[in-house]
């Protein structure tokens, strides 16, 4: 049986479209089993309800970008309704906090678009040109309490060019996202993940 994924989203969900169509395309031994998102006016919605996948909001209750009390316990009671196995975080602008991670403990991730631990949070783009680095990327990483701190699952580089702007560069990452997104979820679905001491391990992967 296919893992049953949830997608958290906020906005125009370029990542989830990524998981949907190599789900619906077989490319990944996964489906979306339902999409939260804690903006009603989210294109995401619209992209999952247009692909048949069963599509909420779910009112945050704060202004603030973090999910707690009973918007928290909203979340956790909608995913454990449609018994999702894997929790995806794919532009959800809210941090998740100790009781959401404690109930998906090891089955929540994140992707984030620098290659972590350098440029956490937001504006990492203008972050990593501000610093001049010669290479940017992705990461996906298992959600915990340290926010873009979890156990790294897999990573993708990208060159930074002396003429690149926030959102050239931003779109060349976002490419690799939309590649290695599917291919973390995949691996999990097919049990090939381990973590030991905080490091993620994959199996059949010899690191060379």
């Not at 945050?60 to 970008?65: G, L, R």
């Not at 580089?157 to 995949?186: C, M, N």
Request: glycine content about 6%; charged content about 30%.
């Amino acid at each position: 049986m296919s893992c049953r994924v949830a997608v958290l989203v906020s906005g125009r969900g370029s990542n989830l479209q990524s998981i949907i169509d190599k789900s619906k395309s077989r490319e990944i031994d996964a489906e979306v089993a339902v999409v939260l998102s804690d903006n009603k006016e989210a294109f995401a919605l619209a992209r999952a309800r247009k692909a048949g996948i069963e599509a909420h909001y779910i009112d945050p209750e704060v202004t603030k970008p973090v999910l707690i009390g009973n918007a928290e316990d909203n979340y956790i009671n909608t995913l454990k309704e449609y018994k999702v196995d894997l929790v995806c975080l794919a532009g959800f602008m809210r941090i998740v906090k100790e009781k959401i991670i404690a109930e998906f403990k090891w089955k929540m991730m994140n992707i984030h678009p620098s290659l972590l631990p350098s440029f956490k949070g937001l504006h990492v783009q203008k972050k990593a040109l501000d610093y001049g680095v010669r290479f940017a990327g992705a990461t996906v990483h298992f959600v915990t309490g340290d926010v873009d701190g979890g156990p790294i699952i897999l990573q993708a580089v990208v060159p930074v060019y002396q003429d690149d702007t926030e959102e050239s560069l931003s779109s060349r990452i976002l490419k690799e996202e939309h590649r290695i997104y599917p291919e973390a979820i995949d691996l999990f679905s097919k049990n090939k993940l381990k973590i030991k001491d905080n490091r993620v391990f994959i199996e059949g992967d010899d690191g060379k």
